[in-house]
């Protein structure tokens, strides 16, 4: 199951697509009777029944900062069942020993990719066993403190741990685990856009090489799906009437080998791919790699700006002049494609001036290309990032925050900001007030 709490999602038609695969890998293996909740459209009374009444003798929870209040209970609810309650997702992959130490309802939490060792866990428990010492990518209570996850920006994954090539996995069935499609398509809540449009979410491609201080993405490296299983998934969601797809890899910009790779396998096997929205970031964004884009369909891309403060995106790991940035925000409207620009407010040395700063680009995005929303978001140092390093450095944050993983958001969000920034009491007021300003739909 999944959740975001706290407003973190504005719209609620993007798939569970990380438990859909995992389920879909179970599935393909024979495994009864698999079901995925997602929080997002089923309420927390309905999870817990069912978890009550039907016993499940596994419970796989999805991890992160922002569910953390339904997690224990979902897991308490798992222990009382006596289900085998395992937690995963990308946010538990940095923190296990926090998890498993403050937790004794959890039994394991599986870190990295979650489908084999799923698969793995299913047939232990069907042969009697809840010994999963011994699988990959899995941390139990005796192995907590061994596991060693790091947060540099090009770390490889621990050793024993299996990052699978993505064509291993089967394309995701949507209809397994119970899961109900329809509801996803009647969130789609842009009528202001298109009221005929029916999307959904797919990933092309896993992972991100960049260094962006404030992320916390585990795939440092890109792996990618085989341009005819992308094609072939395509092709069975428009047969269903899906006219718009929300491609969520962290940066689809990343790689024009990959762009061009399934713009000739669309051409070779027939028929364009549907529009759609994508993250990019503006330094990929090559002549060649906005082409290609184009011709691919992107209707819109994301395009994480953070700032106008030059010298605060390059402390954050992020090199781009605020000239590249606007000369090709200019291209891609030439190219018809519109731009959604979003920005982190609090920003280690956010200031005054530097917020002025941001206000001032953000006027002069929307003046070089079309843009459709415009995000503000408040600073989150995020467990696994380098910034939640910076802030477990500060020996009063360090005592408060070095054991757990129940923090209040907005709490984590101010000692930062009082930390690292120099705003005073009106300047974060202010970043706030810029923050809660309606964004499109899909970021907070």
Same mark, same amino acid.
């Not at 009777?33 to 927390?44: C, S, T």
């Not at 969520?248 to 791919?273: C, K, N, Q, Y």
């Not at 291209?331 to 700063?357: C, F, H, N, Q």
């Given at each position: #199951?999944?959740?975001?709490?706290?407003?973190?999602?504005?719209?609620?038609?993007?798939?569970?697509?990380?438990?859909?695969?995992?389920?879909?890998?179970?599935?393909?293996?024979?495994?009864?009777?698999?079901?995925?909740?997602?929080?997002?459209?089923?309420?927390?009374?309905?999870?817990?029944?069912?978890?009550?009444?039907?016993?499940?003798?596994?419970?796989?929870?999805?991890?992160?900062?922002?569910?953390?209040?339904?997690?224990?209970?979902?897991?308490?609810?798992?222990?009382?069942?006596?289900?085998?309650?395992?937690?995963?997702?990308?946010?538990?992959?940095?923190?296990? %020993?926090?998890?498993?130490?403050?937790?004794?309802?959890?039994?394991?939490?599986?870190?990295?990719?979650?489908?084999?060792? #799923?698969?793995?866990?299913?047939?232990?428990?069907?042969?009697?066993?809840?010994?999963?010492?011994?699988?990959?990518?899995?941390?139990?209570?005796?192995?907590?403190?061994?596991?060693?996850?790091?947060?540099?920006?090009?770390?490889?994954?621990?050793?024993?741990?299996?990052?699978?090539?993505?064509?291993?996995?089967?394309?995701?069935?949507?209809?397994?685990?119970?899961?109900? /499609?329809?509801?996803?398509?009647?969130?789609?809540?842009?009528?202001?856009?298109?009221?005929?449009?029916?999307?959904?979410?797919?990933?092309?491609?896993?992972?991100?090489?960049?260094?962006?201080?404030? @992320?916390?993405?585990?795939?440092?490296?890109?792996?990618?799906?085989?341009?005819?299983?992308?094609?072939?998934?395509?092709?069975? *969601?428009?047969?269903?009437?899906?006219?718009?797809?929300?491609?969520?890899?962290?940066?689809?910009?990343?790689?024009?080998?990959?762009?061009?790779?399934?713009?000739?396998?669309?051409?070779?096997?027939?028929?364009?791919?549907?529009?759609?929205?994508?993250?990019?970031?503006?330094?990929? *964004?090559?002549?060649?790699?906005?082409?290609?884009?184009?011709? *691919?369909? %992107?209707?819109?891309?994301?395009?994480?700006?953070?700032?106008?403060?030059?010298?605060? /995106?390059?402390?954050?790991?992020?090199?781009?002049?605020?000239?590249?940035?606007?000369?090709?925000?200019?291209?891609?409207?030439?190219?018809?494609?519109?731009?959604?620009?979003?920005?982190?407010?609090?920003?280690?040395?956010?200031?005054?001036?530097?917020?002025?700063?941001?206000?001032?680009?953000?006027?002069?995005?929307?003046?070089?290309?079309?843009?459709?929303?415009?995000?503000?978001?408040? #600073?989150?140092?995020?467990?696994?990032?380098?910034?939640?390093? /910076?802030? #477990?450095?500060?020996?009063?944050?360090?005592?408060?925050?070095?054991?757990?993983? @129940?923090?209040?958001?907005?709490?984590?969000?101010?000692?930062?900001?009082?930390?690292? @920034?120099?705003?005073?009491?009106?300047?974060?007021?202010?970043?706030?007030?810029?923050?809660?300003?309606?964004?499109?739909?899909?970021?907070?």
């Amino acid at each position: #199951m999944s959740s975001h709490e706290n407003g973190l999602r504005y719209e609620k038609w993007y798939m569970p697509l990380g438990l859909l695969s995992i389920a879909s890998v179970l599935q393909r293996n024979r495994v009864e009777e698999v079901v995925v909740f997602d929080a997002d459209h089923d309420p927390e009374a309905v999870i817990v029944g069912r978890i009550r009444r039907d016993r499940p003798a596994i419970l796989g929870i999805n991890f992160n900062v922002f569910n953390t209040g339904l997690l224990d209970r979902v897991a308490r609810a798992g222990r009382e069942s006596d289900s085998v309650v395992i937690v995963g997702g990308q946010a538990a992959t940095a923190i296990p %020993a926090r998890l498993l130490g403050s937790n004794s309802d959890i039994d394991a939490v599986v870190v990295y990719d979650g489908e084999e060792p #799923m698969l793995a866990i299913a047939r232990a428990v069907g042969s009697g066993s809840r010994d999963f010492s011994a699988i990959p990518n899995v941390v139990t209570r005796q192995a907590m403190n061994s596991f060693r996850f790091s947060t540099a920006p090009t770390a490889a994954p621990p050793a024993g741990v299996l990052m699978p090539a993505l064509s291993s996995y089967p394309i995701i069935d949507r209809s397994v685990g119970e899961l109900n /499609r329809s509801r996803y398509f009647q969130s789609w809540n842009r009528p202001d856009i298109d009221p005929l449009r029916k999307a959904t979410s797919i990933y092309f491609q896993k992972g991100c090489g960049r260094t962006c201080t404030f @992320c916390a993405r585990i795939d440092k490296s890109l792996r990618q799906r085989p341009a005819r299983d992308i094609l072939n998934e395509i092709r069975g *969601l428009v047969a269903e009437g899906v006219n718009y797809l929300y491609v969520v890899d962290d940066t689809l910009s990343a790689d024009a080998r990959f762009l061009a790779a399934i713009l000739a396998e669309a051409r070779a096997t027939g028929g364009d791919l549907p529009p759609f929205w994508a993250f990019a970031d503006v330094r990929d *964004l090559s002549e060649e790699t906005m082409v290609l884009l184009a011709e *691919l369909g %992107a209707e819109k891309l994301l395009i994480g700006i953070e700032t106008g403060s030059e010298a605060l /995106r390059r402390k954050s790991g992020k090199m781009f002049t605020n000239d590249l940035l606007l000369r090709r925000l200019a291209r891609l409207g030439s190219l018809g494609i519109k731009v959604e620009d979003s920005y982190v407010l609090g920003l280690p040395g956010e200031s005054l001036a530097t917020l002025a700063e941001t206000m001032k680009l953000a006027g002069q995005v929307t003046s070089a290309c079309q843009t459709e929303g415009t995000a503000f978001n408040i #600073m989150t140092p995020l467990l696994g990032s380098s910034d939640w390093n /910076r802030f #477990m450095r500060v020996p009063a944050l360090q005592r408060k925050y070095r054991n757990g993983y @129940c923090f209040p958001v907005d709490e984590v969000r101010r000692d930062f900001l009082d930390a690292f @920034c120099h705003l005073g009491g009106d300047g974060l007021g202010e970043a706030v007030a810029l923050a809660e300003r309606p964004s499109s739909p899909g970021l907070a």
